[in-house]
T-cell receptor, first 112, second 113 residues
């Protein structure tokens, strides 16, 4: 099985930088995803990491350390529209299913 | 446009009733999934199908049933055995089981009245 842990809620100021952490335990790691989800809507894909290091995509960056079972999502130049839930998901290759397991999500509140 | 269509968007169920949520995709994807999301929670896997005419139980399959008679369709039935069905239900698909990118439908809200 898998165990994924991320903070329940974070707050930040418009224009600032925020880092959302995710730790995980899995037996057959095969990639880590970050999704953004606005209330009542479907999750949208943000990033995918399978190798150690930092992946940068515009204002969003995602980091992975497989040896530490750790990832973070970095959001720069925060905007009000970034207020959403951010889901960390880990894919396990056990049994050939390659199905991502989602964490509980981190609710980010951006205030003026 | 290609995508995943879920219907209905909102559904009310009386206690003791079975209801079916529709999920249709025109992406020609082999793998399809059903997730349940409760308020403030992550997504939990109900059932998944990696190929037509085959499906597997996820983490919380009790009280639910599915079928995969056609590649593009993966309906979910919430049976009366599911004692707490009020939740947001998300259907998703991938090109193939090993693919990286999972596509989600817009979701269906089910409420028990």
């Amino acid at each position: 099985g898998q165990n994924i842990d991320q903070p329940t809620e974070m707050t930040a100021t418009e224009g600032a930088i925020v880092q959302i952490n995710c730790t995980y335990q899995t037996s057959g790691f095969n990639g880590l995803f970050w999704y953004q989800q606005h209330a009542g809507e479907a999750p949208t894909f943000l990033s995918y990491n399978v190798l150690d290091g930092l992946e940068e995509k515009g204002r969003f960056s995602s980091f992975l350390s497989r040896s530490k079972g750790y990832s973070y999502l970095l959001l720069k130049e925060l905007q009000m529209k970034d207020s959403a839930s951010y889901l960390c998901a880990v894919r396990d290759e056990a049994g050939g299913s390659y199905i991502p397991t989602f964490g509980r999500g981190t609710s980010l509140i951006v205030h003026p | 446009d290609g995508g995943i269509t879920q219907s209905p968007k909102y559904l009310f169920r009386k206690e003791g009733q079975n209801v079916t949520l529709s999920c249709e995709q025109n992406l020609n994807h082999d793998a399809m999934y059903w997730y349940r999301q409760d308020p403030g929670q992550g997504l939990r896997l109900i059932y998944y199908s990696q190929i037509v005419n085959d499906f597997q139980k996820g983490d919380i399959a009790e009280g639910y049933s599915v079928s995969r008679e056609k590649k593009e369709s993966f309906p979910l039935t919430v049976t009366s055995a599911q004692k707490n069905p009020t939740a947001f239900y998300l259907c998703a698909s991938k090109m193939d089981p090993t693919g990286n990118t999972i596509y989600f439908g817009e979701g269906s809200w089910l409420t028990v009245v």
